[in-house]
Structure formats: C-alpha cells, structure tokens
C-alpha cells in the first residue's frame, strides 16, 4: 500500500545521507520503503560507489575472498534515491548545506538539506604518532585489504631469495597492533595463510621462522567478550604459532622496526596497526557536543542535540544505552538497528508527527569472532560458545547479512573452494613498501618471554 504523506514543508523535502557504510545504506534502503510513493527526495553521499561489508575484510587480506564478494554497488540499493559519488569537504549545519568534491574530476558542489543523516563512521586513531602512521597498513577500507595482502606475499617472495638470515627472519616477522576484534581476526588469517602458503609454495623458507606477534595494550585480548572466552582465545591464537605480547603498547615505528612501550625494539617488515578510532576530521569539526573518541552525542531518538533535523547513527554516534550505563559498541550490529530506527524517525520528523518518535532501545544480543581456521568465540545472550560452533555461528550470522542473493552465492563458492584448494599467492596491484633496511638488534625479551608462554601443541584447525 503506498503511504500518503502530507510533510511539514509543502516544496520537495530533501533527506541527504553522508556515507554508504552499514549506517547509511540501510537508512537509504529503509527510508525508501518508509517513503515509498511520496515525494521526498532521498540523495546518499558516499566517496566509495561501494558497500563494504567489513566482517569479511580480514579474509580478502588472506584472499579466503575475493574483493567483489564483500563490495555492492550503493546504486543497486537506489531504487527511489540519488547517489553522489563524492568526498564530503564540510558539514554547514546553520546553512542546512555539505560542501562536497567530485571523486573523478574533483569538481566542488555544494549540497543542501532539509534532512541531515550523519554516517561516516571510524577512521584509525594514531594517538599522534606520524610514525606509526607512515609506515603502518591498516585494516579498514577495502584498498587496506588488498595492500595487505599484496605486500604480505611480497614479503615471502622476498624471503624465500634472502640468503642473510638475519634479515629473513626480520622479513618473517608480521607484528599486529591490537588485541580487539579487528586486530585478532586480521592476525589470524595472515598467520594462517603464511603458514599454509609457506608449506606450499616457497621451498626455501622454513615455516617455523614465521613470527605472527599481536601486541596488545591489555591484559589479554578481545575484552569484549568475557575473561573466560578471553582467556581460550588467548591459548588457541598462541597454540596456533601466533605470539600475543600483552599489557604492552606499540610507541614508535619505522620502515624495519616497531618499538614497544618496555622499549623491546621488534624488527619487521610487517606493522598492521588495529589499535584504535576515532571520528572523521568532519565529524570532529561539528560545533555540537562531542563523546567517546569525538563520536557525537545524540539523544535517544538518535538526532543532534539542537539540531532536530540531524540524525547521526553508526560509528560516529555516541548513544549511552541507559539499560547498563555504557555507550553502544561500534559494531555492525548496531549501526543496522540504529538505520531502521532513523528511518523511522524521519517519518516522524517529516510529517510533523512527533508523537511518533521512537527511543532506541536495543538489547544487544552478543560478539562473535574468529579466532583461526574454524575456531571462534561468542558470547550470545550471555551463552557462552567456542570452539567450531562458534565459528559456524560467526559464519552462518554473517553469510546471511550479507546483502544481496549474488554476494551470498559468491562468498558461500569461495568458502567452499578454500576447502579444496590451497591458498592463492597471486599479487595484483599496488605495493606499500618496496625497502627493506637489515635492522641488527639482538632480539627482543618481550618475544622470548611470549614464546616460553605459547602452549606446545599447535592444534590450528
Ligand atoms: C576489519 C574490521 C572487521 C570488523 N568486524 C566486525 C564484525 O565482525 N562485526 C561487527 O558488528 N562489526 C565489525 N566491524 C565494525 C563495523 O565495520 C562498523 O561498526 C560498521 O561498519 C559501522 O558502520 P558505519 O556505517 O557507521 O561506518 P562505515 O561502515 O565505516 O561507513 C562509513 C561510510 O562513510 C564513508 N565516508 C567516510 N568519510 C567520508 C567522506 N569524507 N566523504 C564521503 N564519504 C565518506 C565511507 O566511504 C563509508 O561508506 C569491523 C570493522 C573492521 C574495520
């Protein structure tokens, strides 16, 4: 049945939509459903042409997947909207405009509103080190994934010529900053791939000399879920060959190095950096109220406060869930709840109907993660799960978010394939860093101490 709307503002209301991520694709999808029939104008504002479904990305750094099986076309959720393939360059909340440039001809336009949707989720936080920022791969955009993986099987080309021990083993040496779900499950599948790889293909390394090295500013790793399931991931990313050096931060870097905060100098050739976020340089900018990491502060109805006609959800929205005094996680999960939420809101907002607003209350039903080739951890409605369960849970949950019937198809092929053949060692495109210096530092008390904690019996599935 088609809605009839009646807005508060008889000219063309405008609703723009900054992002295309998990928050703004899935406003854009529920507000068009929501507007269907009506005469409203919906635009989303995105500078990748993609969706990216960021669960899956650590395994295009292992090429388990492949790039086009986690991207969708934002166009092909478009069915009443427009899309801008641009950069957003300012936010002018007074003036009810975005400033934004054309990702092909960079060309500047100004867009104006009536509705503001703010999704432009994380960036990495760097905590001020320019260092750590150059030489660093991170692992959070789809080109992030692939540079990884590039340079992850350069190295072991490079490796497998280098007859200088000592720099062999540094080229051998993949240090991972950070112990929460971003770092584990990156580190996991490169430690999986190179040992996988290295048995297959290159002769003249010895898999024993892979050194996969998570750094983790805390206790353990993966707080999210619980001491106890914390504690089993700890030993099982240890049994399977990675070293989890904890209560340690990573304070400097160069191109053949990582210095840690006891001052154990770590030479490398591979520095992941999964240690933190913030907002968007755009969204910290805001002259409105700022939370956690700069996220901004929006009430329960999930709008601006001052500003009724902005809505901000996903990452960048800083919303305490009243129910246990803590401000909503940055997962997926949430960001998705939040869309149906502001979609619904903006009916609301639009047609003058405020009773109709509605208060986002979310009971977050649990965190899944990987932790290694059919091993995983969750803690869903507080059941604890481990094990090859777990992991069939994350994969089953996932596989059935992703968001279309072809990209389903797609990753369930590529699962299925991985079962029978072994890893592609092919690079394509671009590689980060091409140097490599022969860093002599006797090596590192903190690693050693790691190693004596590593469990014998390496059971990596
Ligand atoms: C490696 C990794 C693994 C993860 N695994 C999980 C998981 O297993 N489960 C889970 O629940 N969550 C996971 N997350 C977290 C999850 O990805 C985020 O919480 C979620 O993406 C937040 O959605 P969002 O829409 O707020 O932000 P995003 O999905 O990051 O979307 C932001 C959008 O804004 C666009 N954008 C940003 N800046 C600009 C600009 N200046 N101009 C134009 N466009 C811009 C981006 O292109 C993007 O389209 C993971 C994240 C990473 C990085």
Known sequence: MIRKFSTKNPAKTRILILGGGFAGSNVLREAQKQFKGSDIEITLVSQDNFFLFTPMLPEISSGMLHASDITTPIRTFCKAANFCHAKILSIDVENKSVSVIRIFDQKESVLEYDYLVLALGSKDNFFGNNNIEEFAFTIKTLEDAIAIRNHVISV????????????QEQLLRFVVVGGGFAGVEIATEINHFLRDATKKYYKNIDPEKIRVIIVSARDGILPEVGDELGKFALDYV???????????KAVDAGEDHVLLSDNTIVPCATLIWAGGVTVDPLIAALKCEHGQSGRLVVDSYLRLKDYPSIFALGDCANLVDSKNNIVYPTTAQIAI?????????LVAEITGNESSLKQFDYHNKGVMATIGKRTGVALLNGKKIRGFPAWFLWRSFYWAHLPTREKK??????????????????TVGFIKKKTLSRLETPIYSAIERSIDQTPSVSSYL
Do not use: H, Y
Request: aromatic share 6%.
């Open 156 to 167: 072991l080309e490079c490796a497998d010529q280098e007859r200088d021990q000592i720099l």
């Open 238 to 248: 240890r049994k399977s060959g990675i070293e989890v050096i904890t209560n340690t």
């Open 337 to 345: 709840k939040q869309a149906e939420l502001v979609s619904e809101n």
């Open 409 to 426: 198809i797609k990753v369930g092929f590529d699962w299925l394939l991985s079962l029978i053949f072994p890893a592609d060692i092919m």
